[in-house]
């Protein structure tokens, strides 16, 4: 029998700890190398694939491969690429089975998010039917942690960890000041449909009137009445009040707070920014001084904070993904299953990609507070855990990280072109 | 002789590290307690100490104490106040003088940057004038980096660090994404009038064609055709261009880009946001898809990413300043000295508080690269060092940093009420 090659995508925003999957996923295929043969990555996801556009992970040296595990960012690059639905985009599928089939592929993993799973589950389907079936293994990656099944979503631990220690700190900073000077500091953090990020900033939160005083989540219409009159009872009370706002809040009518209406130079609609227009609120109705602050990328690549719970986890369901792939899987994706809260416990699950394609796995309505500011012992239970642990990467002597860039070499083209 | 008391206070925005300043200062004066009275902190800076609301430090368990060194913003609370002149506000500086005689004060320790100097002068004027003769020491903190004599100033190196990091961090986001989605970041740091900052970001490229790739200086008028240009090189020869621009960038009239005519929902000029009206003029001009982040406090306060340079050396002149009490001295502030780049040496040196009282020192001509976008080889020299090792602050096994809050504990009043 000859042996197959492996290829990865990663697809997508990106995390700080997709390539910790990465690494994972590469180290044990090398460990396995008897009965696999090399590992190629799509460059730029599965565009890169389309265009045969494959890099030899072989090529990489063992310690780079290794120092993926602390490099944020997409290492083999990512996109945002939606692969339409086989009836009207019979061509794309195939050109996929036909670099599949030109570069011996027997194992595909696409490492992303709910649209990755199902175009994965699509790419099983098809090659099953044009006769070279490929294992098609879905690989959960996602900062918005909106997966269903798994426990949770590589990548969320991480952002979730950075956002509770940034909220800590800039209170400190605001609480400082704040008999004469700031008073209310809004924190904008992802988060356009879920407000599990919103909700991990509560996390900060350890004791009674400690901040984020208020939360504002996607999934609670923004009243401005009661919100004005939290913040007011914060300041009252604590000298200050620390608001982290999710970008997708919207008013009563629907309507995304950081489109409502603020214009640029040019008379244009400004867009994003829902902390601005927060700030703007605060001090048009009660005249507080504030400062605000848009986390953006930020949050979504400050690996020099990364959550060791996390980073296992990433990693982890790499691994496992090669180790289904031995035992002949396919239309499959590990999962992260919670064994216990207190210790915190847990393992590698598994699930089937139709069970994850095109399901967003909301907030909880009992991890938000009564009065739609603040999270719940229970969100509390579930999320505490996401942040256990620091992985630092290894610093340079110039003080900064050590973060991996790879050659990305890339495979011969065999194919004709192909327009995308 | 009896004892003197020593009283400390924070001045102005607070640092990552006032408070490993206030730490060595306090360490070290407990230290030597044959010679030296208790410690008391003013509660919220000047104004704490001119309401007689003097925090008793001796109160504090040793291990908070310690805590201090590695607890952002300021556990004493700071303020911005900056007193009159002596002629103009006698009464103030009487106040002063009263509270020193009331609770024995022999030293007066002002932590700040450079209106605090001049304020810790004229204090040691008046006292010596009122017959009430008190060793005033000035102790530098800012992370505007921009007070003379002292090489740099305790609290800058961390704030580079933590935006050299961040600029590399979302960088490799975007470059993951850039081929299919987002080409321009762009990252808003502090520095009104000054780019130490800014400049720091810098740092973060280490080889030609690193990011960022653009920093827009308040040193430099904003032209904004050259800046396009500059932008349209980068991502059509990287693929993606980062932007780091100070809050303080101006255009060519003098006018805060900030405030270049952003209107709110509610038709007032929207204050704060340099990256936004970058962003808007990037997609007006060049259709470029963008993100853009604003960190304010986050950087002012991200203590997790401290620099180890910065933490000693905030500590060391928190140290220095009780040495210089004990020597006798009065009028005096300790600064830092390099020594030398390779390796980084420095020690604590000493300049007289007039020296430093008034003078802003701005970033060198010959530390912005010809163009304006870009820092020099003679800025990196100086810069690098300042970021030079990590100092993790102890985690919680909850997944958050042990940041310690004193107990604060007021000493009793003994004189009237004073209307501020």
Known sequence: MTKKNLLYAQSGGVTPVINATACGLIETARQNRDRLGKVYAGKDGIIGILKEELIDTSK?????????????????????????????????????????????????????????????HKVSQIGKKMGFPVQCIGVPKTIDNDLPVTDNCPGFGSVAKYVAVSTIEASLDVESMASSSTKVFILEVMGRHAGWIAAAAGLAAREDGDPPHVILFPEVPFKQREFLKKVKHAVENYGFCTIVVSEG?????????????????????????????????????????????????????????????????????????????????SGVMPVIKRLSNKPYKWEIGETTLGRVANVEKMLPKNYISVDGFGITAAARRYLGPLIHGEDYPPFDPDGLPKYVKLKKILVPKKLPDFDL
């Open 249 to 329: 809040v919207r008013n009563t009518r629907g309507k995304f707070l950081a489109d409502a209406g603020t214009r640029d130079a040019f008379g244009h609609a400004q867009l994003g920014g829902a902390a601005p227009v927060v700030a703007g609120i605060v001090r048009e109705k009660l005249g507080y001084k504030y400062h605000w602050a848009v986390s953006d990328y930020l949050q979504r690549s400050a690996r020099h904070i990364g959550s060791k719970t996390d980073v296992e986890q990433a990693y982890a369901v790499g691994s496992a993904a090669v180790e289904m792939a031995l035992e002949g899987k």
């Open 60 to 120: 990489e040296r063992k310690a780079d491969i290794a120092g993926l595990r602390h490099t944020p960012g997409g290492a083999f690059g990512s996109c945002r690429f939606k692969l339409k639905g086989i009836e009207e985009n019979h061509a794309e599928y195939e050109r996929l089975i036909d670099v599949f089939k030109a570069h011996n592929i027997g194992y595909f993993f696409y490492n992303g998010g709910g649209d990755s799973s199902d175009t994965a």
